[in-house]
C-alpha cells in the first residue's frame, strides 16, 4: 500500500459546482497535512494547512480525519481557475520527510 | 523576489554527461528538500538538509547523485553519468523549520532532458 493514495482524476465539472478529494495516508503517526495546488508544468503552491479541527478558506474546505487516516478538500462554486492538479501531503512519523500523492485533477468546464 | 530560485530552468544534456542543478532558499529558511517529478506523479523525495547538514537521503537517490549545502544556503544537486531516466522536473523547496508553521515553499524547478 503506498504511503498517501490519492484518486487521479480527472475529476471533470461544470463551473458553479461543489467537487471533494479525498487523500488516504497509511502512518499513524503522521503529524501535519497539506493540499498543494499545481498547475500544469509549474512548481506545487501551497493551498492550505489541513488542521484537527478542520479549516475554512473561502470556498475550500480542509478536514482531517485521524481515526480513518484520510484527509479531505472540498471545493464550492468551482471557477474554471480551480483546474489544476491537488497535490496532498503527509508530514511526520519518525522523520520530517514529507510524502505526497500523485495528485487529483480537476477540470472546471464552462 | 525573495522566494526559491533554481538555476538552469531548463537543461538538455546527452546521456553519460554531468549536470548540476543549483538551488537558492527563502534567506531564512533553515531546511532545504529536493525532490523530482515525473509527468502524472507527485514530487518524490530525494534528501534534505537541515541547514548544512544532510540528514535524510532517499533510496532513489543511487551513487550517480549527490547533494551539497555548504554553508547552511544555497544547495547544488549533482548527477554524474546521466541515463535517460534522470529526465524529469527536480524541485526544490526550503522550510522555516518551525514546529507547527513547516511549510514548504518550492522553486520553479528545473526541467532535466536526457537524450
Known amino acids: 500500500r503506498k504511503e498517501v493514495e490519492q484518486d487521479p482524476g480527472p475529476f471533470n465539472v461544470p463551473e458553479g459546482a461543489t467537487v471533494a478529494f479525498n487523500c488516504t495516508y497509511s502512518n499513524s503517526a503522521s503529524q501535519s497535512f497539506f493540499w498543494y495546488r499545481q498547475d500544469c508544468r509549474k512548481e506545487p503552491k501551497l493551498l492550505m494547512s489541513v488542521y484537527s479541527s478542520g479549516n475554512e478558506d473561502g470556498r475550500f474546505t480542509a478536514q482531517l480525519n485521524r481515526a480513518s487516516q484520510y484527509i479531505s478538500l472540498l471545493i464550492r462554486d468551482s471557477k474554471l481557475s480551480d483546474s489544476a492538479t491537488y497535490l496532498c501531503v503527509v508530514n511526520g512519523g519518525r522523520s520530517y520527510i514529507p510524502t505526497f500523492g500523485r495528485g487529483t485533477s480537476l477540470i472546471v468546464h464552462p | 523576489d525573495t522566494g526559491v530560485s533554481q538555476d538552469p530552468r531548463h537543461k538538455i544534456t546527452k546521456r553519460g554527461q554531468n549536470v548540476t542543478f543549483r538551488c537558492d532558499p527563502i534567506?531564512?529558511?533553515?531546511?532545504l528538500y529536493w525532490y523530482r517529478q515525473t509527468l502524472g506523479q507527485g514530487p518524490e523525495f530525494l534528501t534534505y538538509f537541515q541547514n548544512e547538514a544532510q540528514l535524510e537521503k532517499s533510496r532513489l537517490l543511487s551513487d550517480r547523485f549527490s547533494a551539497e549545502r555548504p554553508k547552511g544556503s544555497f544547495s547544488t544537486l549533482e548527477i554524474q553519468r546521466t541515463e535517460q531516466g534522470d529526465s524529469a522536473m527536480y524541485l526544490c523547496?526550503?522550510?522555516?523549520?518551525?514546529?507547527?508553521?513547516?511549510?514548504?515553499?518550492f522553486g520553479p524547478g528545473t526541467r532535466l532532458t536526457v537524450l
Open positions: 523547496a526550503s522550510s522555516s523549520g518551525l514546529a507547527g508553521a513547516d511549510t514548504q515553499y
Open positions: 534567506s531564512e529558511h533553515n531546511r
